[in-house]
């Protein structure tokens, strides 16, 4: 199954806040965000990064 680029993968609700309080509202805005600058979010675990670089990765692209 493809995720899409233009939303969020279900990661869970204080990720998906996390998130959009960061400005980030699309999958394809994340392709190369360094995996370290998305950690330190409040709500952003690393069960989280794995499903955001997965998803990524179904495009061909990923975390920085």
Known sequence: MTSSLDTL???GAPATRALHGAGY???RQL???PRADLARL????????DILQTA???H????G
């Open 25 to 27: 509202t699309a999958l």
């Open 9 to 11: 993968p279900k990661i």
């Open 31 to 33: 392709a190369g965000v």
């Open 56 to 58: 990524l990765e179904e």
């Open 42 to 49: 409040h709500g952003m675990g690393p069960r989280a990064l």
């Open 60 to 63: 061909e692209l990923g975390l």
